[in-house]
Protein backbone atom coordinates (compact mmCIF):
# COMPACT_ATOMS: atom_id res chain seq x y z
CA UNK A 1 0.00 0.00 0.00
CA UNK A 2 1.26 3.47 -1.05
CA UNK A 3 1.14 6.11 1.73
CA UNK A 4 -0.34 9.52 1.33
CA UNK A 5 3.61 11.04 1.14
CA UNK A 6 4.65 8.52 -1.25
CA UNK A 7 2.01 9.85 -3.53
CA UNK A 8 2.81 13.46 -3.18
CA UNK A 9 6.15 12.59 -3.39
CA UNK A 10 5.91 10.61 -7.15
CA UNK A 11 3.50 13.55 -8.52
CA UNK A 12 6.06 15.91 -7.47
CA UNK A 13 8.80 14.06 -8.98
CA UNK A 14 6.59 13.95 -12.20
CA UNK A 15 6.20 16.98 -12.26
CA UNK A 16 9.81 17.83 -12.29
CA UNK A 17 10.87 15.46 -14.95
CA UNK A 18 8.05 17.07 -17.47
CA UNK A 19 10.40 20.11 -18.20
CA UNK A 20 13.41 17.37 -19.23
CA UNK A 21 11.12 15.02 -20.68
CA UNK A 22 9.66 18.15 -22.90
CA UNK A 23 13.83 18.67 -24.24
CA UNK A 24 13.47 15.33 -26.02
CA UNK A 25 10.92 15.90 -27.68
CA UNK A 26 10.76 19.50 -28.64
CA UNK A 27 13.64 20.04 -31.50
CA UNK A 28 14.10 23.69 -30.88
CA UNK A 29 14.38 23.35 -26.90
CA UNK A 30 18.38 23.20 -25.94
CA UNK A 31 18.11 23.10 -22.57
CA UNK A 32 16.57 23.19 -19.05
CA UNK A 33 17.19 24.16 -15.46
CA UNK A 34 15.26 23.01 -12.50
CA UNK A 35 16.07 24.24 -9.03
CA UNK A 36 15.84 22.20 -6.05
CA UNK A 37 16.97 22.73 -2.35
CA UNK A 38 19.22 20.46 -0.55
CA UNK A 39 20.54 20.35 3.29
CA UNK A 40 19.31 24.39 3.31
CA UNK A 41 21.06 25.56 0.10
CA UNK A 42 20.20 25.76 -3.50
CA UNK A 43 20.94 24.19 -5.94
CA UNK A 44 20.64 24.06 -9.98
CA UNK A 45 19.89 20.88 -12.10
CA UNK A 46 20.52 22.00 -15.82
CA UNK A 47 20.06 19.06 -18.51
CA UNK A 48 21.66 20.26 -21.94
CA UNK A 49 20.74 18.56 -25.32
CA UNK A 50 24.08 18.28 -28.02
CA UNK A 51 24.74 17.46 -31.79
CA UNK A 52 28.37 16.11 -31.42
CA UNK A 53 26.68 14.48 -34.88
CA UNK A 54 25.18 17.25 -36.34
CA UNK A 55 22.04 18.25 -36.69
CA UNK A 56 20.86 15.15 -38.45
CA UNK A 57 21.67 12.96 -35.82
CA UNK A 58 20.49 11.80 -32.35
CA UNK A 59 21.21 14.82 -30.07
CA UNK A 60 22.87 13.26 -26.65
CA UNK A 61 22.10 15.01 -22.78
CA UNK A 62 24.40 16.05 -20.17
CA UNK A 63 24.28 17.67 -17.10
CA UNK A 64 25.66 20.61 -14.37
CA UNK A 65 24.49 21.25 -10.90
CA UNK A 66 25.86 24.61 -9.45
CA UNK A 67 25.12 26.30 -5.78
CA UNK A 68 22.78 28.81 -6.13
CA UNK A 69 21.49 32.28 -4.33
CA UNK A 70 18.20 32.94 -3.71
CA UNK A 71 18.46 34.90 -6.76
CA UNK A 72 19.24 31.95 -8.53
CA UNK A 73 22.90 33.55 -9.21
CA UNK A 74 26.14 31.16 -9.07
CA UNK A 75 27.30 30.83 -5.47
CA UNK A 76 30.81 32.29 -5.57
CA UNK A 77 32.99 29.31 -4.36
CA UNK A 78 29.98 27.42 -4.23
CA UNK A 79 29.69 23.69 -4.56
CA UNK A 80 29.28 22.50 -8.45
CA UNK A 81 29.55 19.51 -10.40
CA UNK A 82 28.86 17.84 -14.13
CA UNK A 83 28.67 14.83 -15.92
CA UNK A 84 32.38 13.45 -16.40
CA UNK A 85 34.20 15.01 -19.59
CA UNK A 86 32.95 12.64 -22.52
CA UNK A 87 29.94 11.25 -20.94
CA UNK A 88 26.78 11.71 -22.81
CA UNK A 89 23.06 10.37 -22.25
CA UNK A 90 20.64 9.42 -24.90
CA UNK A 91 17.88 9.99 -22.69
CA UNK A 92 17.39 13.51 -20.41
CA UNK A 93 15.49 11.64 -18.06
CA UNK A 94 18.90 9.49 -17.43
CA UNK A 95 20.85 12.38 -17.57
CA UNK A 96 18.44 13.96 -14.88
CA UNK A 97 19.26 11.04 -12.51
CA UNK A 98 22.79 10.92 -13.06
CA UNK A 99 22.77 15.12 -12.18
CA UNK A 100 20.82 13.54 -8.79
CA UNK A 101 23.52 11.34 -7.86
CA UNK A 102 25.96 14.11 -8.53
CA UNK A 103 24.19 16.67 -6.14
CA UNK A 104 23.69 13.94 -3.50
CA UNK A 105 27.96 13.24 -3.75
CA UNK A 106 28.53 17.00 -3.61
CA UNK A 107 26.05 17.54 -0.47
CA UNK A 108 26.39 14.36 1.16
CA UNK A 109 29.01 15.48 4.31
CA UNK A 110 32.28 13.24 4.33
Given at each position: ??????????????????????????????????????????????????????????????????????????????RACASAPGATFRD???????????????????
Amino acid sequence: MVDCFDRIAVQMTEIALEPVRMLQHRPMLAAVSLRTPSGGQRYEITIAKRFPDGPAADPVYVWSVAEIDLQGSATPGGRACASAPGATFRDPEAAYWDAVSGLCAITTPR
